[in-house]
């Protein structure tokens, strides 16, 4: 099992089973709510995501079609995402957001080409 949570910790939850395909998605929709140049997510089946505390406490927010975003309304950390046509019993969690030690076997990127291309400082 493993254990996350929130930036606040109001919303904490747990996989039951190991998580699976890891991917760092480059889409806009993922940089603009990370705030960062790709976000890293794994996932388990739906029925392996259990929520700790705090379950009351997540907004949703549909960003895309059937895609559903979920958040903390305090602290406002990205908690989970589903919706996907092709993985409907599926649930996206952000990697960074679990707090038991993970080390995922093989990471995909996907949407590279709405990627960021930033500049290094010393160019």
């Given amino acids: 099992m493993y254990n996350g949570s929130c930036l606040c910790g109001a919303v904490s939850f747990r996989l039951q089973s190991e998580p699976k395909a890891v991917t760092n998605c480059h889409c806009r929709m993922c940089q603009k709510q990370h705030g960062a140049a790709f976000a890293t997510y794994t996932s388990v089946p739906r029925a ?6 705090g379950q009351e406490l997540l907004t949703a927010y549909n960003s895309s079609g059937s895609i559903v975003r979920k958040f903390c309304s305090i602290c406002g950390s990205n908690i989970e995402w589903s919706g996907s046509n092709e993985f409907t019993d599926w649930v996206s969690i952000p990697l960074a957001s679990l707090d038991t030690p993970f080390v995922p076997k093989n990471i995909k990127d996907v949407h590279l080409e709405s990627g960021a291309h930033y500049p290094h400082a010393n160019q």
């Fill in 48 to 53: 392996d995501l259990e929520y700790l505390s």
